[in-house]
């Protein structure tokens, strides 16, 4: 999946044939021209210039539509079953109109029930529909009217939440996802803007760690900078956890592989490290944070910390068996 276009499918538990199904892409390149000298510039001349991006263009959703029943109406055909769809009123929606959507229903091979809209805030295009088989109507309703009272497809407080096992975080909504690693017992997820890096690193089995390492050693083994050079304090975090917490320059060596990473951009280049490593006895983890930042963004780091969230709200480390340990 990417940020400008992707497709997600996630199946119902158990034996139900119903799935969600959702598509997203970027409006603003859906009817592509030859490209000229003034379209290539006029971006870099608007970001310089601090312009509004132009009015993007309104999307024939219709017609979206139609093209996807034609593919539909293919099934329906070799299944020997008629298909039949319809398609609502166009109807503007969203806290201040950003939304133009249409709802829609088909019934076929099978049976779904969607929503297609274009968004002018973001310049998306999305497709939202739940699909079964024909006996599943109830169960496609009630999904659906769920579904579509609760999807975004901007943020709307300039952070985009990321979320993943028991791991939830929100990150400036400029910020782009570079690196993941999903191990078993082991999360790590890099974002970059520019020359800046939040780094966040999750482990699991923190009890069996910790009978080896201290938790200022552990952070150490697995972070490229010395910890030894950088001032150090204790704080609490907003869910009771003790942080410790290191921040200073950053060190010459790596400053000189942040410059060759941004290739040539000096944008938000980083000369500070901020850090901190916590043990969250309710989980059995251990949370890493990790920011590069430039000057203008010295609250980064306590941002990211007080939006991550290492635990459910009312967990109880009780619920772990007598091993300690927990499913990854």
């Known amino acids: 999946m990417e940020r400008e276009s992707g497709?997600?499918?996630?199946?119902?538990?158990?034996?139900?044939?119903?799935?969600?199904?959702?598509?997203?892409?970027?409006?603003?390149?859906?009817?592509?021209?030859?490209?000229?000298?003034?379209?290539?510039?006029?971006?870099?001349?608007?970001?310089?210039?601090?312009?509004?991006?132009p009015a993007l263009a309104q999307a024939d959703l219709k017609s979206n539509l139609e093209k996807m029943f034609q593919e539909s109406a293919k099934q329906a055909r070799k299944a020997k079953t008629t298909f039949e769809s319809s398609i609502k009123p166009e109807?503007?929606?969203?806290?201040?109109?950003?939304?133009?959507?249409?709802?829609?229903?088909?019934?076929?091979?099978?049976?779904?029930?969607?929503?297609?809209?274009?968004?002018?805030?973001?310049?998306?295009?999305?497709?939202?529909?739940?699909?079964?088989?024909?006996?599943?109507g109830g169960a496609i309703a009630a999904i659906a009217s769920q579904l579509f009272a609760s999807i975004q497809d901007h943020s709307v407080d300039g952070y985009d939440l990321w979320a993943l096992y028991d791991l939830k975080v929100e990150i400036p909504d400029d910020f782009r996802l570079q690196?993941?690693?999903?191990?078993?017992?082991?999360?790590?997820?890099?974002f970059g803007r520019h020359?800046?890096?939040?780094?966040?690193?999750?482990w699991g089995l923190a009890n069996m760690t910790l009978k080896k390492f201290k938790l200022e050693d552990w952070f150490q083994n697995n972070i490229s900078v010395n910890l030894k050079r950088m001032k150090t304090d204790e704080i609490e975090s907003d869910q009771g956890h003790a942080i410790s917490h290191y921040s200073g320059g950053i060190p010459p060596l790596l400053l000189a592989r942040l410059l060759r990473d941004t290739v040539g951009s000096m944008r938000r280049f980083p000369t500070r490290f901020e850090g901190g490593v916590w043990h969250c006895t309710e989980s059995n983890k251990i949370f890493a944070l990790q920011t590069l930042r430039s000057k203008k963004s010295e609250t980064l780091w306590q941002d990211i910390a007080n939006r991550c969230e290492c635990h459910a709200p009312g967990s109880d480390s009780e619920k772990q068996d007598k091993s300690g340990q927990r499913d990854e």
């Open 91 to 136: 109807k503007r929606e969203g806290p201040n109109g950003e939304r133009t959507a249409m709802n829609f229903s088909w019934t076929g091979a099978g049976r779904g029930q969607g929503k297609i809209w274009q968004c002018s805030h973001c310049r998306r295009i999305v497709v939202a529909q739940v699909v079964g088989m024909p006996k599943d």
């Open 195 to 202: 020359g800046e890096r939040i780094i966040l690193d999750r």
């Open 179 to 190: 690196e993941q690693k999903l191990l078993s017992g082991y999360l790590s997820l890099t």
């Open 7 to 53: 497709y997600l499918r996630v199946d119902a538990p158990g034996n139900s044939a119903v799935t969600v199904q959702i598509r997203w892409s970027d409006g603003s390149k859906q009817t592509p021209a030859s490209p000229t000298l003034y379209s290539l510039v006029a971006p870099t001349v608007r970001q310089w210039l601090k312009r509004p991006e």
